[in-house]
């Protein structure tokens, strides 16, 4: 009889499912979860709120082969330490996505009519009705960064309002956008038309700090943000320096560490949450459901389309899956901010064998909405919601690549494509578009220039960094000979701004200008 640890407060469902079917649960809120991780070490399955579980509480569970994360996030998993002790990791997407789009909601009301104050002083016996003037969310500006679950059903849960939806997700085409009322547009735009923004992304090395002085400089007056997402994506600093600028208004829901004691932001934020997004009777019930039946289907079905820390399967070098997520960032980089229709891709040599297992590093090199832990089920499934063809292209051998892989990204103006392998374990990119033999280290800082072939361009190009103190690592200049353009692959040793790579592109009269940072 299979052991499960719950050391949260769950509904009775979880209880009553996983009994009915044969498992012993343990559940206890009280006992510390060392304490009842050491007193239950064949239990081969823990189930899991917030609850940190680290690599000591996965050595004191040597049984253990399933973690749940009864909730969409799962930070709170060590899933590579998982991952090495062959632990699966499985989380229950969507079933908290009403509970956080309706607190958004709520957060945005309480603040626009002052109702923490009003309540703490009306309580406190005064009477001060003129103190509390208040705003209407009627026929306001809302941008929401992120349309996965909760962004969509924030568009559709808000709609009631009369309010303009303004979104960001590099994923989601118009169409789709349209049938949740949502006018798609740059993260830019948003911070510079919305009243009100609502952060609906995850924390990963792209998204961290990426609400910062820069964005904050472009909102309107008066602006109000709401964070019920993730501590990180919000710069606390450049937040507080443009709260009295702007007449910032801040709610927060989501904090570095969920504990007792003072919090960082609280003295920036107009109204605070302890973490309650996902805090709601029916959410509760709906994670704890899932929770149970996936663990069920686990042991008695083998079934892991939730699982977010898949292996990688025998015969393949990981390195090749972070090959294609790198190629298909990189392909990305120079496509821009225009829809991706199609992705088509090959994979040379034995690679074809494992074409699957590449397209979530796939995805997740295309955008941070989309966790490179998970499958390619997800994967396509995240693909199809998003309006994207992905074609897996049959390869001729018999072109000598040797173990490659080739990344066509397509919209409905252009085609980039880009190949590349790996050589004495590093990657190599070996063709973008029609210039091959670049032989190029991805990792760092490149910028790329393609230009009508011409004398003194590479000069110009270098002069221009060196102005700005940048110096260059290696440098490619490859020709077309088809159109007689070159490419300028230039590796500098620090990033410099879109505007410096605009200007670049200006003085050498390029035909196509972008940076790429690995």
């Known amino acids: 009889m299979k052991k499960v640890l719950i050391p949260t407060k769950l509904d009775k469902v979880v209880s009553e499912i996983l009994s009915a079917k044969g498992f012993t649960v343990v ?232 504990a007792e004691g003072e919090k960082s932001i609280a003295d920036v934020a107009d109204v605070m949450a302890p973490h309650l997004g996902a805090s709601t009777k029916e959410a509760n019930f709906v994670a704890a459901k899932r929770a149970a039946e996936q663990t069920v289907a686990y042991f008695e079905n083998g079934v892991t389309t939730c699982v977010v820390n898949k292996g990688v399967p025998d015969g393949l070098n990981a390195e090749y899956q972070h090959l294609a997520s790198a190629l298909a960032k990189l392909a990305k980089a120079a496509i821009g901010e225009e829809k991706i229709n199609r992705i088509e891709t090959s994979f040379y040599g034995n690679l074809s064998k494992y074409a699957k297992w590449m397209t979530a590093p796939i995805c997740a090199g295309l955008t941070t909405e989309f966790d490179p832990y998970l499958d390619a089920k997800d994967a396509q499934e995240f693909l199809a919601s998003r309006g994207v063809e992905l074609v897996n292209r049959p390869v001729d051998d018999a072109k000598n690549y040797g173990e490659s892989i080739t990344i066509d990204l397509v919209t409905a103006t252009q085609r980039v494509s880009v190949r590349g392998t790996i050589t004495e374990g590093k990657m190599m990119i070996s063709r973008v578009n029609d210039f091959d033999r670049l032989y190029l280290d991805p990792v760092g800082n490149t910028l790329f220039f393609e230009y009508s072939d011409a004398p003194g361009i590479i000069a110009k190009l270098s002069g221009k960094l060196g102005e700005k103190g940048i110096n260059i690592i290696d440098i490619r200049a490859p020709q077309n000979r088809k159109t007689g353009n070159s490419l300028a692959v230039i590796k500098i040793c620090s990033d410099i701004t879109d505007a410096d790579v605009k200007a670049m592109a200006e003085l050498v009269d390029a035909v196509k200008a972008f940076k790429f940072n690995a």
Not at 89 to 106: L, Q, R, Y
Not at 187 to 207: G, Q, R
Not at 243 to 253: F, P, R, S, V
């Open 27 to 258: 559940q206890d809120m009280e006992t510390p979860f060392a304490d009842l991780a050491k007193a239950n070490a064949d239990a081969e399955s823990v189930i899991v709120r917030s609850e940190k579980v680290t690599p000591e509480i996965m050595d004191l569970l040597p049984s253990l082969k399933l973690v749940v994360r009864a909730g969409a996030g799962y930070d709170n998993i060590d899933i590579k330490y998982a991952r090495r002790k062959n632990i699966d990791v499985m989380n229950t997407p969507g079933a908290n996505s009403n509970a956080v789009a309706e607190e958004v909601i709520a957060m945005i009301l309480a603040a626009y009519r002052k109702l923490i104050p009003a309540d703490i002083s009306t309580r406190a016996g005064k009477w001060e009705k003129k103190s509390f003037m208040g705003r209407e969310l009627t026929g306001k500006t809302l941008g929401i960064i992120g349309l996965g679950h909760i962004g969509r059903l924030l568009a559709k849960r808000v709609s009631g309002f009369e309010v303009e939806i303004l979104g960001f997700d590099p994923m989601i085409t118009q169409a789709m956008a349209d049938e949740i009322g949502v006018k798609l547009t740059t993260v830019e735009e948003i911070f510079s038309k919305a009243d009100v923004i609502s952060l609906h992304v995850p924390e990963n090395d792209a998204t961290r700090g990426m609400v910062n002085e820069k964005l904050l400089s472009l909102a309107k007056k008066g602006v109000m943000i709401v964070n019920c997402a993730r501590a990180g994506i919000v710069n606390e600093d450049d937040l507080r320096k443009c709260k009295a600028e702007k007449g910032l208004i801040y709610c927060n829901d989501v904090y570095k560490k969920d």
